[in-house]
């Protein structure tokens, strides 16, 4: 690995730091280095507020050395103003000769103007360091604004025979399929995402609150598919606790207390409707937690980027089958007894 690709690598394990907090900005991170040495390093923490370059310039405490620096950054410097100055502006405000650049920004408003003012500048750019790493970073940032959808990751658990839930319940709880390592796992997953989304069946039977009880972190907007109505407000999605949008063909319901109805079409196009809805509402990540046939639904409309399917010690003999789903194994994990299998749609 070269000097600059690991200072990009840097970059990416500091914007790491940001998962699950800088929603609808990107992930970003950057290092300033002089003669060798980091001497500031900062990761955008939250919508906002000051952004990666911003922080690592600040971090530096002898200003003088900025002119004889150069600052890496994971993603192509912003030259717009938002809801904080461009950071190409500070770049050549601090006279950095030196700018290295994972990848180029996707978002309308930059898309390589950023790269085009430093170069007006006089400043020396090289970019496309680590640029495949760069962009799985921001694969979510990047799907939105390039496919007009969310990220999309299908997630449930199968028992060792194939089952995601038995045939009838007596009673009105979930049927734990994984252990409770794999389940604090998943809170850490909601945390991460931007919304989370089920079907009615899931609410009806389990009545989930859909949050991060288990994990510290933001609860993400709850997603709910209600064609006609049926649930009420005696279930947890309704508590107006976090914002719920619930996807409908039920004319009659009004927004309210972080309540959002949304008039879809049920039709063959299901899926492609609800994707537009969720980026109206600019979000660009969503992990589906609902039963087989919202899982499948998808699926089935290739509208899917990320599977993680657990596949728990326990067996059902029979049952509700899991999802028919064919795709790229990437990695493998086990907690305890559980078998975790992460796929992409390649």
């Given amino acids: 690995m070269t000097t600059d690709e690991n200072y990009i690598k840097r970059c990416i394990e500091l914007a790491k730091n940001g998962l699950g907090t800088t929603y609808p900005n990107p992930l970003v991170g950057s290092v300033i280095v002089h003669n060798g040495k980091i001497i500031g390093e900062g990761w955008h923490k939250k919508a906002g507020e000051p952004h990666a370059e911003v922080n690592a310039i600040n971090s530096v405490k002898d200003k003088s050395l900025l002119s004889e620096s150069t600052i890496y950054v994971s993603l192509e410097p912003c030259c717009h ?157 309704k508590d107006g606790k976090t914002k719920t949008i619930f996807i409908t063909e039920n004319q009659n319901f009004v927004n309210s207390d972080n309540l959002f109805y949304e008039n879809c079409t049920f039709d063959t196009s299901l899926a492609h409707n609800i994707t537009e809805v969720l980026f109206n509402h600019e979000i660009q990540s969503v992990i589906m937690e609902g039963g087989r046939k919202t899982l499948q639904t998808f699926i089935n409309a290739n509208l899917w980027d990320e599977a993680r399917i657990f596949k728990g010690n326990v067996c059902f003999n029979n049952g509700i089958s899991a999802p028919n789903l064919t795709g790229k194994l990437i990695e493998k994990q086990t907690f305890l007894d559980d078998e975790l299998l992460i796929f992409r749609n390649v």
């Fill in 81 to 237: 103003f938002g809801k904080t100055p461009p950071c190409c502006d500070l770049i050549i405000a601090n006279k950095i000769p030196n700018v290295v650049i994972g990848t180029i920004d996707p978002f309308a408003k930059v898309a390589g103007s950023g790269v085009k003012k430093l170069l007006e500048a006089g400043k020396k750019v090289k970019i496309g360091v680590l640029e495949d790493q760069c962009n799985e970073l921001n694969k979510r940032f990047f799907t939105f604004h390039k496919k007009k959808r969310p990220y999309i990751i299908l997630k449930w658990a199968e028992t060792s025979d194939g089952f995601i839930a038995p045939l009838t319940k007596e009673e009105k709880k979930p049927v734990w399929i994984t252990n409770s390592y794999s389940r604090q796992l998943v809170h850490k997953w909601r945390s991460e995402e931007q919304a989370i989304l089920v079907g009615t069946q899931t609410v009806l039977d389990d009545n989930p609150q859909l949050d991060t009880r288990n994990w510290d972190g933001k609860n993400p907007i709850r997603i709910v598919i209600d064609k006609s109505g049926k649930i009420s407000s005696e279930h947890q999605v």
